[in-house]
């Protein structure tokens, strides 16, 4: 885990506290896996990254695919165990976090994201 947050700055919320980043092919296959949920304020980074599955996982998923300038470029919400997303061709990143994270923040296509160190940014 990094110290990092994750922030929409479009809606000035933080989606994640607790930041994981798995930049390697061995850390994005394995993502969530062996893990019995995920808490609030977690999320995995997938970095590059176009598409995912959850095969294995014991738990849905909010995921956020993410453009080089942190545009969402698409969303999916409460992704169940053994399943594909789409390719997302323009997406430089995704966002995995915890069901139900999306509607709580209200977080959706075309809102910005930044990846930040700071504990309350751009407050």
């Not at 479009?10 to 019995?36: D, N």
Request: some cysteine; overall charge positive.
């Amino acid at each position: 885990m990094i110290k990092i947050i994750i922030f929409n700055v479009t809606k000035q919320v933080v989606l994640a506290k607790e930041v994981r980043l798995a930049r390697t092919f061995y850390e994005r296959l394995l993502g969530w896996m062996g893990r019995p949920a995920v808490g609030e304020e977690e999320a995995l980074v997938l970095l590059p990254c176009q598409a995912i599955h959850t095969c294995f996982l014991k738990f849905p998923l909010d995921v956020l695919f993410v453009a080089a300038d942190g545009q969402v470029l698409f969303t999916l919400a409460n992704l169940r165990p053994f399943r594909f997303s789409p390719l997302i061709r323009r997406s430089r990143l995704v966002v995995e976090l915890p069901a139900g994270r999306l509607k709580q923040t209200n977080t959706r296509m075309g809102d910005r994201l930044v990846f930040d160190d700071r504990e309350e940014p751009y407050v």
